[in-house]
Protein backbone atom coordinates (compact mmCIF):
# COMPACT_ATOMS: atom_id res chain seq x y z
CA UNK A 1 0.00 0.00 0.00
CA UNK A 2 1.06 3.57 -0.66
CA UNK A 3 3.17 5.22 1.99
CA UNK A 4 3.91 9.14 2.71
CA UNK A 5 6.47 9.99 4.53
CA UNK A 6 7.69 13.82 5.55
CA UNK A 7 10.90 15.44 5.99
CA UNK A 8 12.66 18.29 6.67
CA UNK A 9 13.72 20.88 9.82
CA UNK A 10 12.13 20.97 13.27
CA UNK A 11 13.14 24.51 13.28
CA UNK A 12 12.58 27.31 10.99
CA UNK A 13 14.18 31.06 11.82
CA UNK A 14 11.66 33.67 10.32
CA UNK A 15 13.84 34.51 8.03
CA UNK A 16 14.19 31.49 6.05
CA UNK A 17 11.56 29.34 3.74
CA UNK A 18 10.14 26.18 5.42
CA UNK A 19 10.83 23.66 3.04
CA UNK A 20 9.38 20.06 3.51
CA UNK A 21 9.67 17.20 1.33
CA UNK A 22 7.36 14.31 1.11
CA UNK A 23 9.01 10.79 -0.04
CA UNK A 24 6.23 8.54 -1.23
CA UNK A 25 6.30 4.42 -2.08
CA UNK A 26 3.91 1.98 -2.85
CA UNK A 27 2.71 4.12 -5.71
CA UNK A 28 3.55 6.67 -8.39
CA UNK A 29 2.71 10.42 -7.38
CA UNK A 30 2.31 10.42 -11.44
CA UNK A 31 -0.16 7.71 -11.68
CA UNK A 32 -3.69 9.50 -12.78
CA UNK A 33 -5.86 11.07 -11.16
CA UNK A 34 -4.29 11.39 -7.92
CA UNK A 35 -3.25 14.81 -5.80
CA UNK A 36 -0.78 15.24 -3.32
CA UNK A 37 -1.67 17.91 -0.76
CA UNK A 38 0.12 19.76 2.08
CA UNK A 39 -1.94 19.70 5.25
CA UNK A 40 -0.97 21.34 8.38
CA UNK A 41 -2.33 21.48 12.08
CA UNK A 42 -1.31 24.39 14.24
CA UNK A 43 -1.24 23.66 17.79
CA UNK A 44 -5.14 23.69 19.37
CA UNK A 45 -6.71 24.65 16.15
CA UNK A 46 -8.02 22.29 13.49
CA UNK A 47 -6.59 20.83 9.71
CA UNK A 48 -5.79 23.42 7.54
CA UNK A 49 -5.19 22.47 3.62
CA UNK A 50 -2.85 24.42 2.15
CA UNK A 51 -2.05 23.07 -1.57
CA UNK A 52 -1.97 20.05 -4.09
CA UNK A 53 -0.05 18.91 -6.49
CA UNK A 54 -1.68 16.69 -9.16
CA UNK A 55 -0.72 13.64 -11.20
CA UNK A 56 0.22 15.96 -13.64
CA UNK A 57 2.00 18.71 -12.18
CA UNK A 58 -0.57 21.15 -11.73
CA UNK A 59 -0.45 22.89 -8.47
CA UNK A 60 -3.71 24.26 -6.42
CA UNK A 61 -3.22 26.49 -3.08
CA UNK A 62 -5.33 27.53 -0.42
CA UNK A 63 -6.30 31.37 -0.77
CA UNK A 64 -5.04 32.41 2.25
CA UNK A 65 -1.62 30.89 1.49
CA UNK A 66 -1.26 31.34 -1.72
CA UNK A 67 0.75 34.24 -2.14
CA UNK A 68 3.49 32.79 0.36
CA UNK A 69 3.11 28.71 -0.96
CA UNK A 70 5.06 26.93 -3.18
CA UNK A 71 4.27 23.05 -4.16
CA UNK A 72 7.53 21.34 -6.33
CA UNK A 73 7.92 17.68 -7.01
CA UNK A 74 10.43 15.32 -8.40
CA UNK A 75 8.96 12.55 -10.43
CA UNK A 76 12.82 10.51 -10.43
CA UNK A 77 12.84 10.46 -6.77
CA UNK A 78 8.79 10.00 -6.16
CA UNK A 79 8.77 12.98 -3.93
CA UNK A 80 6.84 16.58 -3.71
CA UNK A 81 8.22 19.36 -1.65
CA UNK A 82 6.72 22.32 0.04
CA UNK A 83 7.95 25.73 0.82
CA UNK A 84 6.35 28.54 2.53
CA UNK A 85 8.44 31.65 2.35
CA UNK A 86 8.34 34.55 5.18
CA UNK A 87 7.25 31.92 7.87
CA UNK A 88 6.14 33.48 11.27
CA UNK A 89 5.57 31.55 14.89
CA UNK A 90 1.85 31.36 13.68
CA UNK A 91 3.00 28.87 10.93
CA UNK A 92 4.20 26.68 13.83
CA UNK A 93 2.35 23.31 13.31
CA UNK A 94 2.33 19.47 12.41
CA UNK A 95 2.50 19.49 8.81
CA UNK A 96 1.43 16.68 6.71
CA UNK A 97 1.53 15.16 3.52
CA UNK A 98 -1.03 13.39 1.90
CA UNK A 99 -2.49 11.65 -0.81
CA UNK A 100 -5.92 12.76 -2.62
CA UNK A 101 -8.61 10.83 -4.07
CA UNK A 102 -10.65 13.41 -5.19
CA UNK A 103 -10.74 17.29 -4.16
CA UNK A 104 -9.58 17.62 -1.13
CA UNK A 105 -10.47 14.03 0.05
CA UNK A 106 -7.05 12.33 1.33
CA UNK A 107 -6.71 8.53 2.02
CA UNK A 108 -3.48 7.95 2.82
CA UNK A 109 -1.42 10.24 4.96
CA UNK A 110 2.03 10.66 6.63
CA UNK A 111 2.56 10.50 9.84
CA UNK A 112 3.07 14.45 10.46
CA UNK A 113 6.01 16.37 11.00
CA UNK A 114 6.31 19.01 13.86
CA UNK A 115 7.84 22.81 12.30
CA UNK A 116 8.06 25.53 14.61
CA UNK A 117 9.04 28.70 13.51
CA UNK A 118 11.64 30.72 16.02
CA UNK A 119 14.23 33.02 16.31
Known amino acids: HVQLQESGPGLVNPSQTLSLTCTVS??????????WSWIRQPPGKGLEWMGV???????YFSPSLKSRTSISRDTSKNQFSLQLSSPTPEDTAVYYC???????????WGQGTQVTVSS
Open 26 to 35: GGSITTSYYG
Open 53 to 59: ITYDGNT
Open 98 to 108: ARDIATKTEDY
